[in-house]
T-cell receptor, first 114, second 110 residues
Framework: KAGVTQTPRYLIKTRGQQVTLSCSPISGHRSVSWYQQTPGQGLQFLFEYFSETQRNKGNFPGRFSGRQFSNSRSEMNVSTLELGDSALYLC?????????????FGQGTRLTVV | QQQVKQSPQSLIVQKGGIPIINCAYENTAFDYFPWYQQFPGKGPALLIAIRPDVSEKKEGRFTISFNKSAKQFSLHIMDSQPGDSATYFCAASMNRKIIFGKGTRLHILP
């Protein structure tokens, strides 16, 4: 079974630009969650999508948005990039059914804002 | 506030020793407590998890101890090996939302 695939692996953007990150979950998984990982703040939950609907949301500004397609693939968009958005963005997939299911993480997209 | 506090930030242990990582939480609504292991350049991987109605869980060399009344839980790694060197995250989950601790960088000396 293929794991969670995130593309691209690395990205360099300029302040003010926008960026789109992609995540392909494990086949059959319907839930995709996004996390931001930084040395200072650690792993912070951004949002979760299940069956094309946002089911959970963390405490990030509206510049951070996401969507999920009918094949469960998900994209995350960050608009008007700031230097502080530089981070490793991780996507996790799970079956999404039941209250607790194991989350499988991708290798992440390393975003650098200059 | 949904928060998970983890200590220590870093830990160095001799091979064969038993590193212990501690975590504490505040929100009693959390009902699932996973631990993740992350190697450089990789995403976190689930190591072991426990529910609050269980006081201890063992999987191989990894053991979680859970104290519901104190709202604390810890990870013990028996017979630690250099290959266990990684960053470990405790976490607490509620309604499929995972709140992570800040992580512990563990280094096992050969």
């Amino acid at each position: 079974k293929a794991g969670v695939t995130q593309t691209p692996r690395y990205l360099i953007k300029t302040r003010g630009q926008q960026v789109t990150l992609s995540c392909s979950p494990i086949s059959g998984h319907r839930s995709v969650s996004w996390y931001q990982q930084t040395p200072g703040q650690g792993l912070q939950f951004l949002f979760e999508y299940f069956s094309e609907t946002q089911r959970n949301k963390g405490n990030f500004p509206g510049r951070f948005s996401g969507r999920q397609f009918s094949n469960s693939r998900s994209e995350m968009n960050v608009s008007t990039l700031e230097l502080g958005d530089s981070a490793l963005y991780l996507c996790a997939s799970s079956s999404g059914t039941g209250i607790h299911t194991e989350a499988f993480f991708g290798q992440g997209t390393r975003l650098t804002v200059v | 506030q949904q928060q998970v506090k983890q200590s220590p930030q870093s830990l160095i242990v001799q091979k064969g020793g038993i590193p212990i990582i501690n975590c504490a939480y505040e929100n009693t609504a959390f009902d699932y407590f996973p631990w993740y292991q992350q190697f450089p350049g990789k995403g976190p991987a689930l190591l072991i998890a426990i529910r609050p109605d269980v006081s201890e869980k063992k999987e191989g060399r990894f053991t979680i101890s859970f104290n519901k009344s104190a709202k604390q839980f810890s990870l013990h790694i028996m017979d630690s090996q250099p290959g266990d060197s990684a960053t470990y995250f405790c976490a607490a989950s509620m309604n499929r939302k995972i709140i992570f601790g800040k992580g512990t960088r563990l280094h096992i000396l050969p």
